[in-house]
């Protein structure tokens, strides 16, 4: 597969990002006893994150540096390390999200989280909810007043970008702060992986939702809710530790129907 | 090496007398026989004492103090005539050691056509891929951002005098979808670990939204919603075509999905604007 490398003269041109090799930084991960993909992000377990690197170079130890991974917030290459999955890993990723009896995403997601299902699984939502609210406001008025004063609505589109990236990076975040301050433990990184693999569902049934019977709409707003609302409280349940915190697992699976809710009552009204 | 970081390198004392040689040449075979040899830096009094002259650099030069005239007497009477033609070579010879000619004093429809010519052969190597042509690197290295900057600003003024309400908003979805979307599209793949130049990047993804230019503007010449769903779903195609290459080319074969799917997302959020608006 290295002859597409090696056909792009790239090596001469100025500006070009000098390759990642993340391979290294799996296998030199053992000699740091708390592999950094644990601390997310590094400004936040503050002290420790830097603290590697200072002692690195006091060292010069430059194999904590490489396992650590951590250019600098405005490197590209530092994030890399979370977006390592192929076309393969992402489609079963996505097919085991659709599954919602069984809590076991996070044993699936332990070595190699990711963001690229995060961020493009609510960037889809995003249009996807945008152009079929339109379509759908679209059909019930040619279907019940047959007059196409119809315009389109562009407001649908910063509504959906707003609440849709909203939820998907606050409520992770907010759990994962919760969590800390009840003592439990918890990693950012894969709360937010879990919740962006999780909105995947809405995607073919705000397809459905297209439909214009009434009945029909709330019945499939209704089972989408439910069934990735159970998904991310199952997944919930079975990374927290400790039994007593029900509480947290209750309003992780009521905020998942409340986004479903949202979804059918503003764009598919 | 001790040069200084500056644009220019200082010459080695050894290449100024090069140049200076080579200068003789040309003013040598220019005067047929040289009368005399000409010092190492000609003196301009010769040039700026003869009144007919139409090169712009005969303008430039600073009248000379009236003692090296005296001085070069002897000289003036072999080179007169054949001064202008001479002078003015031997200024873009010494000048081409140097910038680049004549950028600064060329007519303005000049540069301009120079930027056309180039967005338009950049256009013509990106949306109209020939399998085989003999240099498929070509527009990746000749890059320019003004292409891209027409195509978008292009789109969002079509789609915003094609939508009947909010139309300074529709241009301003239209815009930031575009623009932001490039530039996303080049962080996606630069994260997945891929190849690529970020200027290059995104000048391609503007070329390759040409296509899609051309069914907004149809869609908005014709109103009809069949021939506006199959003219954007032709151009969507053409446009993703046209992307394909440069794309998927830049990435780990095994990840060459992830990195060509936001690139058909985009194309197809802005086919669906270009359809839904009238």
């Not at chain 1, 939702?209 to 989408?224: A, G, K, S």
């Not at chain 2, 069949?226 to 992307?243: G, M």
């Amino acid at each position: 597969m290295d002859e597409t490398y090696a056909s792009l003269p790239t090596s001469h041109l100025l500006g070009s990002v000098p390759a990642v090799v993340s391979e290294n930084k799996k296998t030199t991960n053992y000699e740091v006893p708390e592999a950094n993909l644990e601390i997310f992000p590094p400004a936040d377990g503050g002290a420790r994150g830097r603290g590697y690197q200072a002692l690195g170079n006091v060292n010069g130890g430059d194999e904590q540096q490489a396992a650590n991974g951590w250019k600098g917030v405005f490197n590209v290459s530092s994030y890399t390390q979370y977006f390592n999955v192929d076309t393969d890993i992402v489609l079963e990723r996505i097919k085991s999200s659709l599954n919602p009896l069984v809590g076991n995403f996070f044993r699936k997601i332990e070595a190699n989280p990711d963001l690229y299902g995060l961020l493009w699984i609510s960037t889809t939502l995003v249009i996807v909810l945008a152009s079929l609210g339109n379509c759908a406001t679209y059909l019930i008025r040619k279907r019940n007043d047959s007059s196409t004063s119809w315009s389109f609505d562009v407001n649908f589109l910063k509504l959906a970008a707003c609440a849709l990236y909203g939820y998907a990076l606050l409520v992770p975040a907010a759990f994962y702060f919760l969590l800390h301050y009840l003592g439990s433990s918890a990693n950012l990184v894969r709360f937010w992986c879990m919740w962006g693999y999780s909105l995947f569902i809405f995607i073919p049934s705000s397809i459905l939702l297209l439909i214009p019977v009434e009945f029909v709409r709330w019945i499939i707003i209704i089972l989408t809710g439910v069934a990735s609302a159970s998904f991310v409280s199952l997944n919930i349940k079975s990374s927290i530790e400790a039994n007593d915190l029900i509480i947290v697992v209750v309003a992780a699976f009521l905020l998942q129907v409340a986004l479903a809710l949202f979804i059918k009552i503003w764009f598919f009204p | 090496m001790s040069h200084s970081h500056g644009d220019t390198v200082p010459l080695h004392p050894s290449s100024q007398s090069d140049i200076d040689e080579i200068e003789n040449l040309i003013n040598a075979s220019f005067q047929s026989g040289p009368a005399t040899v000409l010092p190492a830096r000609p003196p301009s009094p010769p040039r700026a004492s003869i009144p007919v002259s139409s090169s712009p650099f005969m303008a430039s030069n600073l009248p000379p103090p009236p003692q090296q005239k005296s001085s070069s007497t002897p000289v003036p009477p072999a080179l007169p005539p054949p001064i202008p033609q001479p002078n003015s070579h031997q200024n873009i010879s010494v000048s081409g050691f140097g910038s680049p000619p004549n950028t600064l004093t060329e007519p303005v429809w000049d540069t301009v056509k120079r930027d056309l010519s180039r967005i338009v052969s950049n256009l013509k190597l990106v949306v109209f891929p020939n399998p085989f042509r003999e240099d498929p690197g070509k527009a990746l290295r000749d890059w320019d951002l003004w292409g891209p900057f027409f195509f978008i600003v292009f789109l969002g003024l079509v789609l915003s005098w094609s939508a009947s309400v909010k139309k300074s908003e529709v241009f301003a979805v239209a815009f930031a979808l575009l623009a932001a979307g490039a530039i996303i599209l080049t962080l996606n793949v630069l994260l997945l670990g891929g190849h690529i130049i970020f200027f290059q990047s995104l000048s391609l993804l503007g070329y390759c939204l040409f296509p899609l230019d051309v069914g907004a503007l149809i869609c908005m010449l014709k109103d009809n919603v069949i021939i506006k769903v199959v003219v954007v779903c032709v151009t969507l195609a053409w446009s993703s075509w046209a992307a394909y290459p440069f794309m998927s080319s830049a990435v780990n074969p095994r990840r060459k999905a992830l990195a060509l799917y936001p690139v058909f997302l985009m194309y197809i959020s802005v086919g669906f604007l270009i359809i839904a608006i009238d």
